[in-house]
């Protein structure tokens, strides 16, 4: 029996303790938000939190997840960043977007106001084979000056 507190809630798994949490969240959880791409760590498709940090869900056995926090898109809190999203219109196919979204909100938690080279940086495993990358920019930069404005 595996403990995974999973947006907020604890949940107890009969299952293999080295079973990838990918798995664990798609197909015995039912949260079939985050996305399986490559299965190798490479896409960023999996992206989701563990105590606030991206991890890829697909390489992340839920035995190393004991007394950890996730976060999946499910429990995405930040509807600005979701706003800025859809304002710029980021999602073209969409199966990317899940980790993508994951991957820049643990960047907008750590740096409210990141620099270009940040973003590169926070965003580089992610990929979007639609190209959506100059949107991804915009969105978080969008996210930035609602942030600015409020304080």
């Known amino acids: 029996m595996t ?11 009969d299952a293999d303790p080295k079973m990838p949490l990918l798995w664990a969240l798609r197909d015995l959880m039912g949260l079939t938000g985050t996305k399986y791409g490559c299965g190798a760590g490479l ?8 105590d606030g940090e991206p991890m890829r869900a697909c390489l992340t056995s839920i035995q190393s997840l004991e007394g950890k926090s ?3 898109i ?29 991957s820049a909100a643990a960047l ?16 580089a495993g992610n990929l979007c084979r ?17 942030q600015e404005a409020k304080s």
């Open 70 to 72: 996730v976060t999946t």
């Open 43 to 50: 896409c960023g498709a999996c992206t989701v939190h563990v």
């Open 108 to 123: 907008v938690s750590k740096h409210p106001r990141p620099s270009d080279s940040q973003i590169d940086e926070a965003m």
């Open 3 to 13: 403990s995974l507190k999973i947006n907020g809630r604890l949940f107890t798994l």
């Open 74 to 102: 499910e429990g995405l809190a930040d509807d600005k960043l979701k706003d800025s999203w859809r304002r710029h219109k980021v999602p073209q196919c969409g199966f990317c977007q899940a980790g993508q979204l994951m």
């Open 130 to 146: 639609c190209g959506t990358y100059t949107r991804i920019r915009a969105a978080i930069k969008d996210y930035q000056g609602k």
